[in-house]
T-cell receptor, first 115, second 115 residues
């Protein structure tokens, strides 16, 4: 059973408009949520994160919102640019007693920004 | 360029072959990870090493054997694989972010095909 779900496999947005990518989770023990971006033939790269004790984090054009009661988070990109076209992965982390972290990833949403 | 290098980028092997995947990072990170990404599935965590010690084995079959000789290098030794093991294998290392989150840096992956 998937603990982190991205229900939209793809999304198309016009350049300059807002892109909203969604992610749902089931485990209330997750302490951080992260978004990664992946271009073809490259590994995922870190984009932005949010702690479970916050409800919003902003970094330039990227804002992540967390709704703990709904177990839902979203990534907003404003304004969207053609270079934002990529696959976006939502990930949730849970700390282990070993001192490392377990990451659960969603299946990704492919964003296409149309010029 | 994330600072995590994986070789080879592509590998084709028969079910009776033995091969190894290599991962290298000189970012000063102490934790390293192996992930498997199959088509249309989320990234699956396979192994975690922290300060060269294996801290987690996510129920991975013994035909996958990890090795971490030092904090900068991680190997995945493969033997008698099955066709269903064909996937993208990603290596990552991690550091603590400003907000306390654990940020992973991924290599570009090795695309493995088992014939």
């Amino acid at each position: 059973d998937q603990q982190v779900k991205q229900n939209s496999p793809s999304l198309s947005v016009q350049e300059g408009r807002i892109s909203i990518l969604n992610c749902d989770y089931t485990n209330s023990m997750f302490d951080y949520f992260l978004w990664y971006k992946k271009y073809p033939a490259e590994g995922p790269t870190f984009l932005i994160s949010i702690s479970s004790i916050k409800d919003k984090n902003e970094d330039g054009r990227f804002t992540v919102f967390l709704n703990k009661s709904a177990k839902h988070l979203s990534l907003h990109i404003v304004p969207s640019q053609p270079g934002d076209s990529a696959v976006y992965f939502c990930a949730a982390s849970e700390s282990w007693t070993s001192g490392t972290y377990k990451y659960i990833f969603g299946t990704g949403t492919r964003l296409k920004v149309l010029a | 360029e994330t600072g995590v290098t994986q070789t080879p980028r592509h590998l084709v092997m028969g079910m009776t072959n033995k091969k190894s995947l290599k991962c290298e990072q000189h970012l000063g990170h102490n934790a390293m990870y192996w992930y498997k990404q199959s088509a249309k599935k989320p990234l699956e965590l396979m192994f975690v090493y922290n300060f060269k010690e294996q801290t987690e084995n996510n129920s991975v079959p013994s035909r996958f054997s990890p090795e971490c000789p030092n904090s900068s290098h991680l190997f995945l030794h493969l033997h008698t694989l099955q066709p269903e093991d064909s996937a993208l294998y990603l290596c990552a290392s991690s550091r603590k972010g400003a907000g306390g989150e654990n940020i992973q840096y991924f290599g570009a992956g090795t695309r493995l095909s088992v014939l």
